[in-house]
């Protein structure tokens, strides 16, 4: 059985429509079709938690989550084998990664911000790039630590490359003559050709006495290939590039718009004077403002996957290479789930007996291929807030008029503010 949904217009469907509004586009199909519709012939979205964490959990198996922006044949086994190589990378990395190299990327990473507020003191800044500018030094640090140099720039220029294609509502056939195509082809290239050039440079030095960087934990997996290690390097660089930095530009602009929070957050930062970087568990208030952030903005506001092969979710039916769709931003956001869904109730999170509602929750997603920074990026996350507020100022007069843009990520549009060292 197929769920009901729009009819949409001959040929385009509901193309249309949902490129002109696309959040509006989902509330109003939830509102008359209830928590499954379907969106075309091929694709459904799901609203209900529980069918959203079962089509997670049956990740690898059932669902594929590889997604290409531009079209080739959708091959279950070739897929079903690229999980399988990138999930043994995946498990080998963070298995290796051990507190002292973890320890040591939090302590550039407090240098890393420190200069990247340094560099932009006093003028009005677009906050976006600025994080954008942050989060790209701090993976490329975390991923390959003193061989990072050259390697944001190149993974800038892949994002940028990737962001025409990624936010149409169509594939591209790869073989298509377009500017916009061979833009992205050359930049992913140039992110391979750079991975691999620092893994060989890597290889031929000494073995470290312990992991400085995820690269040595990698080089030390002996069934690991340099096809994988180069992978699972570049899978991470692009997914923690734009998404923590539209997270942190999230952070500052609720604290610019709630100066109620800000205090909350500077206060708990004052209260902090032991040597070296807090512990998160020192930062309950932080914490709970970063989650509370996560649950009304989620970068990755819409999520999919594609049937590998003929199966059922809930009552419906699939075939091969339909497309499941889920929206964490309407699920964060749903009144039955989520008392004052729209307010930002830091509170929350602290009350030990109002624990949300099961599967409820899903900023990093879930499953096998939950977000593999889930623990890294709620570290870097709080302890940017933390440094931000114990250190500078900001000043956002018009954050008020700012609009969320549900593109590729959900990032707020021109944000701008400027940032001045606290006295
Ligand atoms: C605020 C910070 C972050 C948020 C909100 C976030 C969110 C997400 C989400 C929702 C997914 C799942 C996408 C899907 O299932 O289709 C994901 C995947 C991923 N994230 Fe993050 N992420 C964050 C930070 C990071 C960081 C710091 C890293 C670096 C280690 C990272 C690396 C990845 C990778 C490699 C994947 C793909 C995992 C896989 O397919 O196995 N993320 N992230």
Known sequence: ???PGPKGRPLVGNTIEYDQDRMGFLRRARAEYGDVFSFDDRTIVVFEPDLVHELLARTNGDFSSESSPVASRFDAERSAEDAR????????????????????????????????????????????????????????????????????????????????????????????PSRKIARFRRAREQTLDSITDRIRRRSAEPAPEGPRDLLDV???????????????????????YGVPAAAMTWTIWTLAVRPDLWDRVASEAATWNGPGIPPIAALPQTEAVVK??????????????????????????????????????????????????????????????RTPRRHSYLPFGAGPRVCVGTQLGMLQLTLTTFWLARGFRVSAPAAAESRPEFHNLLVPTDFTASFQRAR
């Open 85 to 176: 190589l990138w999930m043994a990378a995946r498990r080998a990395g963070w298995r290796g990664l051990n507190r002292a190299s973890t320890q040591a990327h939090a302590s550039r990473l407090g240098a890393l911000f420190e200069q990247t507020v340094e560099e932009s003191l006093g003028r009005p800044v677009d906050v976006l790039s600025m994080m954008k500018s942050f989060s790209g030094r701090a993976t490329a640090d975390f991923c390959l630590g003193h061989d990072a140099v050259g390697i944001p720039e190149v993974v800038e220029e892949n994002t940028a490359a990737l962001a025409p294609l990624a936010g149409s509502s169509q594939l591209f056939p790869e073989w298509l």
């Open 218 to 240: 990698l080089l030390a997996v002996p069934d690991l290939t340099e096809l994988q290690v180069q992978r699972l390097i570049r899978g991470i660089l692009l997914a923690a």
């Open 1 to 3: 059985m197929r769920p």
């Open 292 to 353: 509370e952030v996560l649950r009304l903005w989620p970068p990755t506001w819409l999520m999919g996957r594609t049937a590998m092969r003929p199966t059922a979710l809930g009552e419906w039916t699939l075939r091969a290479e339909d497309q499941v769709m889920f929206s964490p931003y309407l699920v964060h956001r749903d009144p039955r789930w989520w008392p004052e869904p729209n307010e930002a109730l830091p509170e929350r999170w602290l009350d030990p007996t």
